[in-house]
């Protein structure tokens, strides 16, 4: 059953709305289209409440009721997701996010998009510490070597990732470079157990970035976070810290992505 947010409705809220929402939520991650019955059920919700709120529901196309009486998300919610695509631009948020939160400032922080077996860096914000590399937008490397690609790849199944990487494996970067694909597959296992990803000196030597992947509002990842730092601080308290505030920066991009854990 998936998670429904609780039908009382929160103080100071209008709880007509709140449970119009509920229902929309309930509908839309069922697998099966539920019943009239099947939703009171569910949300605990009056009868009397729930009719009328599907009524409503169907009459502005939110939802559409079949002759069997069960209901689907309308056509109207397409509008809006739409609507949200149109107004959300990952760099941009990115890019806002970094000044609202200064938490990780005295790191190079990153952000790049997969592409075959290869990421595009779309973003960058630069700290004042000499690393010895420049990232630069629109620069391509090798995803099995980077934070980013590794921290994308953790979120995808053995099969995606399979697919991606079916060709020619990358020539190395630096004698840290993961050499084969069962290596890479041993990173990721670690990399999904810890929660982020970290680079090694594998594009650099070094230099080690640790990576987060962001997801958008349909559970799909869509782009890795990475901060890099020079291998001489990365002691692995350092590490730790710095890769779970990582993840809290890329929890905060995937929810103005629309995420919703």
Not at 47 to 69: D, F, M, N, P, Q
Not at 72 to 93: K, Y
Not at 168 to 178: D, K, R
Not at 245 to 257: D, F, G, P
Request: net charge negative; charged share 15%.
């Amino acid at each position: 059953m998936p998670k429904i947010l609780s039908s009382e409705p929160a103080t100071g809220s209008a709880p007509a709305l709140r449970r119009a929402v509920h229902i929309l939520d309930l509908v839309s991650q069922l697998t099966t289209p539920p019943t009239f019955t099947e939703i009171v059920d569910t949300l605990g919700l009056p009868k009397s409440s729930v009719h009328g709120l599907c009524a409503t529901l169907v009459e502005l196309g939110l939802l559409i009721r079949s002759e069997a009486g069960t209901y689907r998300l309308g056509p109207h919610t397409m509008s809006w997701a739409n609507g949200f695509l149109r107004q959300t631009d990952l760099v941009a948020e990115f890019q806002q996010l970094l000044n609202e939160r200064q938490e990780l400032s005295q790191f190079t922080v990153t952000l790049t998009v997969l592409e075959g077996m290869q990421v595009i860096y779309l973003a960058c914000a630069n700290s004042n510490r000499a690393l010895g590399f420049t990232f630069r937008i629109g620069m391509r490397l090798p995803a099995p070597f980077t934070a980013t690609g590794k921290a994308i790849l953790s979120a995808l199944s053995d099969q995606e990732i399979s697919q991606r990487l079916s060709g020619q494996w990358p020539a190395p970067l630096t004698p840290h470079s993961v050499a084969t694909y069962n290596e890479l597959m041993t990173e990721l296992a670690e990399a999904r157990q810890r929660g982020f990803s970290v680079d090694n000196g594998q594009i650099r030597d070094g230099m080690l970035c640790i990576g987060a992947p962001v997801y958008d509002f349909s559970g799909n990842v869509v782009a890795g976070l990475a901060v890099s730092m020079l291998e001489l601080e990365a002691t692995a308290e350092a590490i730790d810290q710095t890769g779970h505030r990582l993840v809290e920066l890329s929890k905060k991009l995937s929810a103005r992505m629309g995420n919703r854990p």
